[in-house]
């Protein structure tokens, strides 16, 4: 009987597998994320993560990255074809974008590459190739176990060991959680390693609830992410930072009040520095989520702070990742 957890790997590669190919067809195509993820069975908000912690790499990255080594191959195969027809075979729009993008990746002209640039430029890269191929597997880097605590609820639980660049280690148990009100104030625009973005704001709502009496022993201090950082752009990012409050909280102002709807979490928890929370996430959507028997679910992800940093003796962030999961 074949182990239940390369049957669910075998589930995540064979929805990715599929992306992969419908790609590789309609390369000459325009293709949206709202397609793509149709083709994949996963929600647009979640796809697009997965498929970067699977690939190592964004999707716009991949697929003009998929249309540039065609364009390049084509180039020196099809030397009767004109540089617009091969640049509308790999789906751009005409010869001008397709000869900016061509030089932004190979660093000369489609003619340059074709009049014999590309065998300087293969020679060039073949120290590379070894390390952006092993860059392009990040699951590899990861070890997932599944544990089970407790001798009555037989609670399950995942254990995430990565083995490199960074030694992250990770316990991830999936949860029901219940609606929770919120008090929040939020920001528009690039967040990604700002700590003192964070900071203001996190003192700005604090600044309004001290006084209120809405800070106590149990209050949470939640990270909302309305957007995948991968697919919005960063000037139109939205985070909510927040604090649990009483369903009767009056709000004013840049404060607003919403409920984060309850209901089945995978929650991951880590201790991190700042510049590991990307690591973090591709730990969960890339080893465990393919062999958890899960797939996310529709609603927002959201980051509890489980400690101070500057209480922790390394400086770290104490971190509960949630992520809205459903059965696959």
Known sequence: MENPTNRLRKEYASRMNRVLDFIEIHLDQPMSLKRLSEVAHFSPYHFHRLFSAFMGETLNQF???????????????????SITEIALDCGFSGSSVFSRTFRETFKMTPTAWRNGGCETYRKN???????RQSNRNPKQALDVSSVYIGTITQTQKWRIQMKHPAKLQAEVEVRQIPDMTVAYIRHIGPYQGDEILFEKLFARLMTWAGPRDLIGPDTQHITIYHDNPEITDDDKLRISCCITVPKDTMVDGDIGRMIIEGGKYAVAHFEIFPHQYGEAWNA?????????????????CFELCAGDPKKHPEGKHVVDIHIPVKPL
């Not at 697929?63 to 074809?81: D, F, H, Y």
Request: a positive charge; charged letters at 25%; proline letters at 9%.
């Open 63 to 81: 697929i003009t990255r998929v249309r540039m080594e065609k364009a390049a191959s084509l180039l020196v195969m099809n030397p009767q074809k």
């Open 284 to 300: 969960i959507y890339g080893g465990w989520l393919p062999e958890s028997g899960y797939q996310p679910d529709d609603r927002p």
């Open 125 to 131: 890269c073949i120290t590379n190739r070894n390390d």
